[in-house]
């Protein structure tokens, strides 16, 4: 299994002693056991709010220990039957084979991308699953809870053998040594079986369209019980379809992110691709499945516009990174790109958005995250919670990244930094 990343990048070599990471980031070991603890109660307690609690915030007692869902055969039977037909469509797919950026370690990895006609053909499939009638919107709202405990136990598992995976690994890994915390951040940074990239994997076809498909099965649900599916559920569905679509059309764009080059994959995104991502982020449509929000056209109109501005910002930022890591002589905005040439030899661009700001890619991020809570109204909070994690955390992102650019790049980033002097709003912040 240590060997196996071998024959997809470019420089390995024998295995190597792992460099010594800091226990700085998420508050060291100490944080990291509060994150392993409250985010697998937090992700239940949602779910209680929404499905038994009518979207009211509640203070938990011992009472609410009855309404926790327990995991069951049927749930367990749909994720081994979920990952199973991702895992056959991941393999058996045709897809492009792309290299990665260099990594830390001097490597590139070869990826196998066919995440858009993966996404499709999951979403046919269950389309024809709930117009036969074997899996229905219904069905999935009925094992949701279920479903998340299920997830939620087999996070905790796949972190466990990602933690062994990187006492096996022929690369230079970067972890703490302390079992607690690379539990937590994880003790490799591309765990693959066999050229089977596990990171990404997870992350695009469990965490992206596991997501994109439990909103469309609140929507169904809603049609089954109402006979009709609202405004607000189709801005909703609409918005996170568009966005995930998105994703995987510039698929390759993720090769770039901090996720795949620099997180190690441990607990922290073995729980966030598996749990939080497609439990938490469709909040939205299970709120609006049993909550009745009267949206005017008007409202709907500013919303989708809110929406669709966030997303060019978000789009074209994105891509303007990309092209320029990958073709640093490509033109942004029709002109030759403006940079700043470092010591290390790598070249900090200072053109269209990341000119105005070092993350506005965030902005627009924000942005969307914003428009997908407001269809849902204004009377409960529950809602909004994505917005509302989301922004810390790119703010502590921002913050990462920006120590570990001072660490790497020194007096260039402090040049850097004097020309581009907003983090995530231009003028603002």
């Given at each position: 299994m240590g060997t196996s990343a071998a024959p997809a990048?470019?420089?390995a070599g024998e295995k190597s002693k792992p460099e010594k990471a800091e226990m700085t980031g998420f508050g060291g070991p100490i944080g990291a056991a509060l994150f392993i603890t409250l985010l697998p109660l937090l992700t239940v307690?949602?779910?209680?709010v929404v499905h038994k609690n009518a979207g009211a915030l509640f203070l938990p007692s011992l009472t609410?220990?009855?309404d926790i869902p327990l995991p069951t055969p049927r749930a367990g039977l749909y994720l081994v039957g979920w990952l199973t037909f991702q895992i056959a469509l991941d393999v058996f797919l045709p897809g492009r084979r792309v290299m990665g950026v260099t990594q830390r370690d001097g490597l590139k990895i070869q990826y196998k991308l066919n995440g858009f006609l993966s996404l499709w053909v999951s979403l046919a499939v269950m389309a024809g699953l709930?117009?036969?009638g074997i899996v229905t919107g219904a069905d999935i709202v009925a094992e949701l809870g279920p479903m998340l405990t299920t997830s939620i136990v087999f996070s905790f598992v796949l972190a466990a053998f990602l933690y062994g995976y990187g006492f096996t690994s022929d690369r230079k890994e970067h972890r703490a040594d302390h079992l607690l915390y690379d539990f937590f951040m994880g003790s490799?940074?591309?765990p693959r079986i066999k050229g089977f990239d596990l990171k990404l994997f997870f992350e695009s076809k469990i965490g992206m369209t596991t997501w994109i498909v439990f909103t469309f099965a609140m929507a169904h649900a809603q049609f089954q019980k109402d006979g009709a599916v609202s405004l607000p559920m189709i801005l909703v569905c609409a918005f996170q379809l568009f966005y995930v679509a998105d994703f995987y059309f510039f698929e390759e764009a993720m090769l770039s992110t901090w996720d795949i080059n620099y997180e190690n994959y441990g607990f922290m995104l073995a729980f966030a691709f598996v749990v939080w991502m497609p439990f938490t982020f469709s909040l939205q449509s299970q709120y609006l499945l049993h909550q009745k929000v009267d949206l005017p056209i008007w409202a709907a109109a500013l919303i989708a516009g809110l929406?669709?501005?966030?997303?060019?910002?978000?789009?074209?930022?994105n891509l303007q990174k990309h092209r320029f890591r990958t073709d640093p002589n490509a033109t942004i905005g029709g002109k030759p790109p403006e940079f700043i040439a470092t010591k290390r030899g790598t070249k900090l661009l200072v053109s269209g958005w990341w000119g105005r700001a070092r993350h506005a890619n965030y902005l627009g991020d924000l942005t969307m995250a914003l428009?997908?809570?407001l269809p849902c109204g204004f009377s409960h909070l529950v809602p909004y919670f994505y917005f509302i994690y989301f922004a810390p955390l790119l703010i502590d992102r921002e913050r990462r990244d920006h120590r570990a650019c001072q660490e790497k790049y020194g007096d260039d980033w402090k040049t850097y930094c004097a020309r581009v002097k907003y983090r995530i709003v231009p003028f603002v912040y």
């Amino acid at each position: 299994m240590g060997t196996s990343a071998a024959p997809a990048a470019e420089g390995a070599g024998e295995k190597s002693k792992p460099e010594k990471a800091e226990m700085t980031g998420f508050g060291g070991p100490i944080g990291a056991a509060l994150f392993i603890t409250l985010l697998p109660l937090l992700t239940v307690y949602l779910w209680m709010v929404v499905h038994k609690n009518a979207g009211a915030l509640f203070l938990p007692s011992l009472t609410t220990l009855s309404d926790i869902p327990l995991p069951t055969p049927r749930a367990g039977l749909y994720l081994v039957g979920w990952l199973t037909f991702q895992i056959a469509l991941d393999v058996f797919l045709p897809g492009r084979r792309v290299m990665g950026v260099t990594q830390r370690d001097g490597l590139k990895i070869q990826y196998k991308l066919n995440g858009f006609l993966s996404l499709w053909v999951s979403l046919a499939v269950m389309a024809g699953l709930a117009w036969s009638g074997i899996v229905t919107g219904a069905d999935i709202v009925a094992e949701l809870g279920p479903m998340l405990t299920t997830s939620i136990v087999f996070s905790f598992v796949l972190a466990a053998f990602l933690y062994g995976y990187g006492f096996t690994s022929d690369r230079k890994e970067h972890r703490a040594d302390h079992l607690l915390y690379d539990f937590f951040m994880g003790s490799a940074l591309n765990p693959r079986i066999k050229g089977f990239d596990l990171k990404l994997f997870f992350e695009s076809k469990i965490g992206m369209t596991t997501w994109i498909v439990f909103t469309f099965a609140m929507a169904h649900a809603q049609f089954q019980k109402d006979g009709a599916v609202s405004l607000p559920m189709i801005l909703v569905c609409a918005f996170q379809l568009f966005y995930v679509a998105d994703f995987y059309f510039f698929e390759e764009a993720m090769l770039s992110t901090w996720d795949i080059n620099y997180e190690n994959y441990g607990f922290m995104l073995a729980f966030a691709f598996v749990v939080w991502m497609p439990f938490t982020f469709s909040l939205q449509s299970q709120y609006l499945l049993h909550q009745k929000v009267d949206l005017p056209i008007w409202a709907a109109a500013l919303i989708a516009g809110l929406n669709f501005a966030g997303y060019y910002v978000f789009r074209t930022a994105n891509l303007q990174k990309h092209r320029f890591r990958t073709d640093p002589n490509a033109t942004i905005g029709g002109k030759p790109p403006e940079f700043i040439a470092t010591k290390r030899g790598t070249k900090l661009l200072v053109s269209g958005w990341w000119g105005r700001a070092r993350h506005a890619n965030y902005l627009g991020d924000l942005t969307m995250a914003l428009a997908w809570c407001l269809p849902c109204g204004f009377s409960h909070l529950v809602p909004y919670f994505y917005f509302i994690y989301f922004a810390p955390l790119l703010i502590d992102r921002e913050r990462r990244d920006h120590r570990a650019c001072q660490e790497k790049y020194g007096d260039d980033w402090k040049t850097y930094c004097a020309r581009v002097k907003y983090r995530i709003v231009p003028f603002v912040y």
